[in-house]
């Protein structure tokens, strides 16, 4: 029995451990680029094609800027709130269950517009 319990230790430390890395990874990755869309959203990739119109321009439509900033500022708190659970153990499942609905919102429209419309061309 007590062999048992020293290998379920260890396998709580390693899982320990690859939940920090995890979080560490998915709060960076949304902090850095929800902030870019926060700065500057006229830098966003899908823009593009809605800049190869000559009329439209990010000074004329105020509301597609409040957009871009809106989600990016959502993703952005999600970004921290799963920073924070890297620091306290007690706040790691909600961070990890903000993540998944994170990025799992990525996947479906992701998903969704590959099967409705094409496959993009930029990813």
Excluded at 59 to 79: H, N, P, Y
């Amino acid at each position: 029995m007590k062999v048992r319990y020293q290998k379920r230790v260890k396998l709580t430390n390693r899982m320990e451990i690859f939940k920090f890395v995890v979080l560490s990874i998915s709060g960076l990755a949304l902090l850095y680029a929800c902030s870019m869309r926060l700065i500057n959203p006229a830098n966003a990739v899908f823009l593009q094609t809605y800049f190869e119109n000559s009329e439209n321009s990010l000074k004329t439509d105020i509301d597609l800027v409040s957009e871009i900033r809106g989600v990016g500022a959502v993703m952005f708190l999600g970004g921290i709130m799963t920073l924070i659970g890297t620091i306290r153990t007690d706040f790691r499942q909600t961070s990890f269950a903000v993540a998944t609905v994170l990025f799992g919102g990525v996947v479906l429209g992701r998903s969704l517009s590959f099967f409705l419309m094409a496959s993009p061309t930029k990813i």
